[in-house]
């Protein structure tokens, strides 16, 4: 379509208003997780002011990312509002342009906008949050990662009476077999102590149980056993939480990681489902938008105006809290993932394109 100098007006002012929004949103957010991060290092000597620092920037990013459609919502809000209050909505109406006219740049905007911080933000927001996780853990969490998922296959690290032992297996089989193991075990952490290849492993109460295992040490040659038994505190929740969570990980890997945690038979729900909430936010996005242009424009033509903005920043936050709801029941499995993730962008956007018509033909 070709914007004339009406829609690119439009769409400025929404595009404006949007950014002045988020440059609001972050210093917020920067401000209340800078403060929290002192709180948490009060006691934590190596986290110095540098790093709290760091960690208050790393974790911006991905928080923005969860809010833009909050942003799009208060922009036009306030965008169609100041448009409305002189009366440039009303000499566009008189001069023949519909609403759905009038809204059409800005439903450009936010659409791009959406696709941006899927395709491009969302990428870079997904590698912030990885290396905040990273430096929390090593500066405010005493517990040490366990797992880790490639596509060699995975990994287990644990420290059992102060000697590291660390597990790979080349594929996880059905009943949580593991295939291909190699065992490396030390003398404390550094002090390597003997090496344990097996045909099969399984996790049973306190230990591994090794099966067609060759053992193998720097001082003697390798010695083949039927079976052997490698001392354990993991299990396999705890192996699950230790994989990389969906929250760290872009659109375009998801896929990918999903098919990796499925081969190796592990629940790839929540990850399912970060990834179709991904491709819904675009759809929310809009959404967001339709809830306030419809809010601002019914304010300026039947009164009330700070009764129906408060109407609309309580519709925007109420369809918020039922997307979580939805979204936890699709975690849980009482939902299918699909449904989860769309139903609730979907049901914004028809609810916002009705009241447009019910407006428009009012």
Known sequence: MRFGVLSRYLARRFFVWVCIVLIVLAAIIWLVGLIELLRRSGSREA?????????AVLKLPAMLEL????????????AFDRLARHNELTAAH????SVWRVLLPALAVAV????????LYGPLAAAAQERFEHLEKRYFSNAVPVSSLSQSGLWLREVID????????????????LYDVVVYRFEGMQRFHNRLDAVSASLRAGHWFLEGVWDADTRD????????????????ERIEDGLTGPATMSIWRLQGYIESLEEAGFPARKHRLRFHSLLASVVLTTAMLLIGATVSIRTRRRGGAAVMLA???????????????????????RAPVVLAAWTPAAAAVMLGCAALLHLEDG
Request: aromatic share 10%; proline share 3%.
């Open 221 to 236: 040659a390798p010695v083949r056993r039927a079976t052997a038994k490698v001392p354990t505190g993991l299990d396999w």
């Open 67 to 78: 809010l833009l459609p909050f942003a799009v919502l208060f922009g036009s809000l306030f």
């Open 94 to 97: 008189g001069s023949g342009v």
């Open 162 to 177: 102060g000697n590291l032992t660390i597990l790979f297996a080349g594929n996880v089989g059905r009943g949580r077999v």
């Open 112 to 119: 791009l906008l959406g696709l941006g911080n899927l395709m």
């Open 47 to 55: 986290a110095t002011f540098d790093i709290v620092l760091e960690m």
């Open 311 to 333: 109407a609309g920043v309580g519709a925007g936050f109420l369809l918020f809290i039922l997307s979580d709801v939805v979204l936890a029941l699709g975690l849980s499995g």
